[in-house]
């Protein structure tokens, strides 16, 4: 059986609800559903879907560092955002970091996410090698 190894990114949330930044079981790694919130709890590039897909991007990419993988092993990522005519800038921001990389890539509208202010959430799976 594979051990799983949980990482934490240290934010309150995770014991209230119950999830970590990212889980990872054998060569497999999910990461959480990523916002553009700081480690002071500030939202980052308010208003501006591609400077939070970017934030968000770099997040994970921490996330994944830690847990021994990077973006390079990114086979998927599922973007939510609160206003689909964002696609565009959302896209691009995703480009800059997944041009070469090519993950399976589904973005969606929501209805809203945890804060009005956030405009963007993205889920990554990684597999490592």
């Known amino acids: 059986m594979n051990k799983r190894t949980n990482y934490s990114s240290g934010a309150v949330w995770e014991d209230i609800v119950g999830y970590s930044r990212a889980v990872k079981i054998g060569q ?37 560092e830690e847990a021994g993988s990077s973006l390079q092993d990114v086979v998927r990522t599922r973007i939510f955002c609160t206003n689909i005519a964002s696609w565009e800038a959302i896209g691009r921001a995703h480009g800059l970091y997944f041009k070469d990389i090519k993950p399976a890539a589904t973005m969606v509208e929501v209805s809203g996410l945890v804060d009005p202010e956030l405009l963007v959430e993205i889920e990554f799976t990684a597999i490592t090698q």
Request: glycine share 8%; aromatic share 6%.
């Open 28 to 64: 497999h790694i999910e990461v959480a559903g990523t916002t553009a919130v700081d480690a002071n709890n500030k939202i980052v590039g308010r208003g501006n879907a591609f400077e939070q897909t970017k934030y968000i991007i770099e997040k994970a990419a921490k996330a994944l």
